[in-house]
């Protein structure tokens, strides 16, 4: 895999300097991925806990939005090269990118599949986005979680954690969806903007 060199991710240093000038804004304080697992684990203890931790756990560990999570199919799950992938499809903006799966979530998925007899076409998770809320808010209080939770900080905790163990804020912003480096990079200002900055040195795709 080539290098890249410290002028080809120019725009990346460009922004995140700009980035220090400012605090971000419009976003909650992250969750940790310790909070979020005992979250999920906590969901076990639901009354539809096989549908509430795999809802929750596939937020956790694709970073997908929870509208989403919510239209997803087994159609939708497909293999790359022995790596399981999710299409996602209608994604915001009308895009449709592919995302990665761990093997646990993707076989998770198929045994949920069998389990309830889903066609193809029927979405894995049957329920509306305020029910997903719902749970959400319910597993947190089980959990014993004193902050404000919703579906959306999984994404975050996904996000924060993709960028501290690989440091690819490129690949991330492709996973994610997102449109410009400068969504991505709020979450590297959670990480701290001088972490941010040997982050952007090392980054190579």
Do not use: C, N
């Not at 694709?62 to 509208?67: E, P, W």
């Not at 949920?112 to 749970?135: M, P």
Request: net charge positive; glycine share 6%.
């Amino acid at each position: 895999m080539p290098r890249h060199t410290k002028d080809s991710w120019q725009p990346w240093h460009e922004e995140i300097k700009r980035f220090k000038a400012r605090e971000t804004e419009g976003l909650e304080k992250d969750m940790a991925a310790l909070e979020a697992h005992r979250i999920i684990e906590a969901a076990a203890g639901s009354r539809k806990a096989a549908r509430d931790t795999l809802f929750l756990d596939l937020l956790l560990q694709t970073g997908i939005r929870i509208s989403e999570a919510l239209r997803i199919t087994p159609a939708d799950l497909t293999w790359l090269d022995r790596q399981p992938v999710l299409w996602i499809r209608k994604g915001k903006g009308g895009k449709t990118r592919q995302v990665a799966v761990p093997a646990r979530i993707a076989g998770e998925l198929l045994d949920y599949q069998r389990r309830y007899r889903l066609d193809h076409g029927d979405r894995f998770f049957q329920i509306s986005r305020q029910r997903a809320w719902q749970i959400t808010k319910a597993a947190a209080g089980a959990a014993g979680v004193p902050k404000r939770v919703y579906p959306h900080l999984f994404r975050h905790s996904y996000a924060i954690e993709f960028l501290r163990q690989t440091g690819h804020p490129a690949a991330l912003q492709k996973l994610l969806g997102h449109t410009t480096p400068a969504m991505t990079l709020r979450y590297l200002r959670l990480l701290q903007v001088e972490d941010a900055l040997k982050i952007a040195d090392q980054v190579e795709i």
